[in-house]
């Protein structure tokens, strides 16, 4: 393992790079600080929110990655930046991911070329025959047993090996990545696509893609960050993405999926997402991942930082000053919002008529004294207290680093 650059060289680095550079403050060592700040109703009746950032702003900011390597930095000195106190590692192996578009209990694929279906309770792979007018292949549930399927204008059931059903869950693999079919439509993927089980003898199935983590990065890379942005900001976010997975797989070793493939995770749209640049950046750093006291580090990231990233709930997520996130090529450094009283006060009736919004904390970090952690809903019958993460969630802010 080799131990990286500290965030004094990052900074060394970025001085040379470019004149008057920016000098990057150390964090306050406070936590949440205590504010007054009253924003009452305007005459218009519209608040005219005005923020920074998009995102929770723990660890990367990826438009920070962008313009710190637009300023130079090479992906190592980024991730030193974001996630002071990580080193590089390696990870091997295979992640479980749940594929969210399928909402049926069936897992319906194309013909492909040398497809097989796998009982992986006898753990006995069964090659499919190419069969004429058979254009999809599913793994189906009967009387919460699997079954073998076949569709040429109907549905056929099909005897692996003779019988009628498979001893466990079954999954899907091919010399090829598979079209899988879902209520949505289609969509590509390397891999197994298993149909599998919840809990045991369950009469439901979910659709999990099962994948080596640098092809589920493939897939997770274009879908997080723009492929066309360069070639350091993609590094950084490949290694932050299969880091993530790694957490991820090892916090649910013993689940049916390790991770989703929505943003509650980190997207991931298989295959079909693909994009040769975004492949070579998952090609330069193969395997690597960041750890922390020899575990995967949990390495959140976020559209934006504002200019400020937000403490977490690791030593690594911490609160400091980003002078790589405000570029001109960065639409959501700086960003307003317009929301009107009426709608705030129709979200919680009970208030009565909005009066004022009451900010009492904030995280002491930035203009106005940084993100809010709580802000009081005044009214003319009630008061309602509200964290600020619940507050930009309600009406759709950016970010909860806001005033009025």
Not at 100 to 119: M, Y
Not at 176 to 197: F, K
């Amino acid at each position: 393992m080799r131990v990286r650059r500290t965030v004094a060289s990052v900074l060394a680095t970025v001085a040379t790079v470019a004149a008057g550079a920016v000098v990057v403050p150390s964090a306050p060592a406070s936590a949440d600080i205590g504010v007054d700040q009253s924003y009452p109703v305007p005459k218009s009746g519209t608040y005219a929110l005005h923020g920074h950032g998009f995102g929770h702003g723990h660890g990367m900011s990826q438009y920070g990655a962008y313009g710190a390597a637009r300023r130079g930095l090479d992906h190592e000195q980024i991730l030193d930046f974001y996630y002071p106190g990580t080193s590089l590692s390696r990870v091997r192996g295979s992640v479980r991911v749940l594929i969210s578009a399928d909402t049926t209990s069936d897992v319906v694929v194309s013909p492909a070329p040398k497809l097989t279906v796998r009982d992986l309770a006898s753990k006995t792979t069964y090659v499919l025959p190419s069969l004429p007018g058979v254009t999809r292949w599913r793994l189906n549930v009967d009387s919460a047993r699997t079954v073998v399927g076949y569709y040429d204008g109907a549905w056929h059931r099909y005897r692996a090996g003779g019988h009628p059903y498979l001893a466990g869950d079954g999954q899907f693999h091919a010399a090829a990545p598979l079209t899988l079919w879902t209520p949505s439509g289609s969509r590509t993927y390397r891999g197994y696509l298993r149909a599998a089980s919840p809990t045991p003898g369950s009469s439901t199935r979910d659709t999990v893609n099962i994948v080596s983590l640098d092809s589920y990065v493939q897939g997770v890379l274009p879908a997080e960050m723009p492929a066309s942005w360069s070639s350091q900001a993609l590094q950084a976010q490949a290694i932050a993405a299969r880091t993530y997975a790694t957490w991820e797989r090892d916090a649910n070793a013993g689940r049916q999926y390790q991770i989703c493939d929505t943003s509650s995770c980190q997207v991931y749209r298989g295959f079909s997402a693909e994009d040769p640049r975004s492949n070579a950046a998952v090609g330069a750093t193969l395997k690597q991942i960041l750890t922390y006291d020899g575990q995967a580090a949990f390495t959140q990231f976020a559209s934006s930082s504002g200019g400020w990233t937000s403490a977490g709930s690791r030593p690594y997520l911490v609160a400091e000053a980003d002078p790589y996130d405000d570029f001109a090529g960065n639409p959501v450094h700086d960003w307003t919002l317009r929301v009107s009283a009426s709608r705030i006060a129709g979200a919680y009736p009970g208030i009565g008529r909005l009066k004022r919004l009451h900010v009492t904390r904030r995280d002491g970090h930035g203009q106005w004294g940084g993100r809010v952690v709580t802000v009081v809903l005044d009214g003319t019958e009630h008061d309602v207290s509200l964290s600020g993460d619940a507050f930009r969630s309600r009406f759709g802010l950016r970010s909860s680093w806001f005033a009025g």
